[in-house]
């Protein structure tokens, strides 16, 4: 997991905005940008890239594609438009630090200062963003997304579509449910259910 991104030649991106931004920033350098994709009209560029408004059908990716979509709701619907269609890329930056016994899955990103620790599992189309915290034993559902330096200490499942805000905190041994929403600089101390909003030290009525 010490290269910056497992692909070939480069990939294709999908999404001209602020996550896609950070992707392209992380990865031009090193790999070529074939093409960037976006549904919005009015996104003419992005870093200098031209943008291509849709998708042809039979269009053929012979590089990986990322979805570089921050909202984890919009990233599982691209995954499943494109699914069988394009073969997806994963990004780790190679100031990461993560375990050779854990496991990334394919369309997730690793940012700069990552740690992740032994024995953790982390879904496809994760988004462990800046100087995040990733004890042992962790699992990561598919479309999580971790914000800057959130902190997730050992034996920990977040189930899909989770969203945990920066700085948050999430002591050892707990379960975060599907679709939940953890407010940035929460202490996650019991656990939460599916959809359920966590803020501060505690559940959200």
């Not at 269009?59 to 494109?82: C, H, M, T, Y």
């Not at 579509?161 to 975060?176: M, Q, S």
Request: hydrophobic letters at 40%; proline letters at 4%; aromatic letters at 6%.
């Amino acid at each position: 997991m010490g290269s910056l991104s497992l692909t070939i030649d480069g990939m294709y991106i999908y999404g001209a905005s602020g996550q896609a931004r950070v992707i392209i920033d992380m990865i031009d350098a090193t790999e070529t940008i074939h093409g960037v994709f976006d549904d919005n009209p009015e996104l003419k560029e992005v870093l200098g890239y031209p943008v291509q408004h849709g998708i042809d059908p039979y269009f053929k990716f012979d590089q990986p594609f990322f979805i570089a979509v921050g909202e984890n709701k919009a990233r599982k619907d691209i995954s499943q438009r494109l699914e069988g269609k394009a073969r997806f890329g994963t990004i780790v930056h190679p100031s990461a630090i993560i375990s050779k016994r854990s496991e990334v899955g394919e369309g997730s990103v690793i940012m700069e200062g990552v740690i992740v620790k032994v024995n953790c599992t982390i879904g496809k189309q994760v988004i462990i963003n800046t100087a995040a915290s990733v004890d042992h034993d962790c699992s990561l559902g598919d479309f999580v997304h971790l914000a800057p330096q959130a902190t997730l200490c050992g034996d920990i499942v977040v189930g899909e579509g989770t969203i945990i805000g920066a700085n948050a905190l999430i002591l050892p041994g707990v379960k975060i449910g599907s679709w939940c929403k953890i407010g940035a600089g929460s202490v996650v101390t019991k656990e939460v259910p599916d959809g359920a909003t966590w803020v501060g030290s505690g559940l959200k009525e």
